[in-house]
């Protein structure tokens, strides 16, 4: 196995990579435009689009949580989302607001194993999801891959099928650590999953979080000055989103090399794709901001001491 130092410093190099590669074919101008291009009624626009979809996020991961058996009200999980969204965007690898916000729900419930559980989970189903809308758009609207597709889909297809055939496997009489596993996996997807109230609500959450990031892209995009048609971008956007889910920096990377590769493959420009690209970042961020306040609230919660009860005065001790 990998050591965990080994696989943090590779995605600080292979961020810091795809960002040099892109400078030295392109210049520091399309970076430099990104920043530029940002304005406050795009920030405005990506603050409001961000709230409807981290509230969607939310609720879905309430509805798996309680299919696992452990509370979560909408209005707490709402602020653990943004919490675990700043930090996912700041913060190396992408998942350690999520790894944060499953522990410290899982401390609030007295069981962490779950509550971690219901995170993986329901950031599988949205990733789910979100394959195979984006799977979806790119069979019916032109895009630099869609020669590709007859693949993508029949293994997005195969996929699917794999998880609900675990999904119906009946428990086994096994004790060995393997058969553990695929139980406990076959029981958190019916019941956390494809339980008949939850899947549902989990797939028409996920679709709104897409299409949400979706919109978020093409206001960074036209923030950015591109004027191609909507059926034009939302292939790019959708594809550029897929690839968001790497491991890097708090997400500067791979997002600009694929921004840039998939806009000069559509005839674009790979400098338009990269300002497009930090734009949509730096909406992000500013996006989250709340989860950074929330943060530092539930910190000082954790740090200030108990109010202690004031000592008796000597007159009503002596009455005592």
């Not at 430099?32 to 961000?50: E, I, K, N, P, S």
């Not at 794709?273 to 989250?288: E, F, H, N």
Request: net charge positive; aromatic share 8%.
């Amino acid at each position: 196995m990998m050591p965990r130092s080994v696989w943090a410093w590779g995605r600080f190099v292979g961020s810091a990579v795809i960002v040099t590669v892109l400078v030295w074919h392109l210049g520091a101008g399309p970076f430099l435009d990104g920043v530029r291009t940002v304005d406050g009624r795009a920030l405005l626009a990506a603050a409001a689009v961000f709230l409807l979809t981290t509230v969607c996020a939310a609720w879905r991961w309430t509805i798996v949580s309680r299919g696992l058996g452990v509370r979560l009200s909408l209005p707490a999980a709402v602020a653990a989302y943004y919490q675990a969204v700043f930090l996912n965007v700041t913060l190396p690898g992408g998942i350690v607001g999520d790894v944060h916000r499953g522990i410290s729900h899982g401390r609030d419930v007295s069981d962490v194993g779950r509550a971690l559980r219901a995170v993986a989970w329901e950031r599988f189903a949205g990733q789910i999801v979100q394959v195979v809308l984006t799977v979806a758009v790119l069979l019916v609207l032109p895009s630099p891959v869609r020669s590709s597709m007859p693949l993508v889909t029949i293994t997005v297809v195969v996929a699917v099928f794999g998880v609900l055939l675990v999904a119906r496997a009946r428990p086994g009489g096994g004790r060995s650590a393997w058969a553990r596993v695929r139980s406990a996996v076959a029981g958190d997807l019916r019941d956390g999953l494809l339980a008949r109230r939850a899947w549902l609500g989990i797939a028409l959450t996920s679709a709104l979080v897409v299409c949400g990031h979706a919109v978020t892209f093409l206001i960074a995009a036209r923030a950015a000055g591109i004027t191609a048609p909507t059926s034009q971008m939302l292939p790019l956007a959708l594809l550029v989103i897929l690839v968001m889910v790497l491991p890097s920096v708090g997400g500067w990377g791979p997002r600009e090399g694929a921004t840039a590769w998939a806009f000069g493959a559509a005839g674009l420009g790979a400098e338009q794709g990269v300002a497009t690209a930090v734009a949509y970042g730096i909406m992000v961020l500013v996006a989250s901001l709340p989860g950074a306040a929330l943060l530092v609230v539930s910190w000082f919660r954790r740090i200030r001491p108990p109010e202690q009860a004031e000592p008796p005065l000597p007159e009503q001790a002596a009455h005592a």
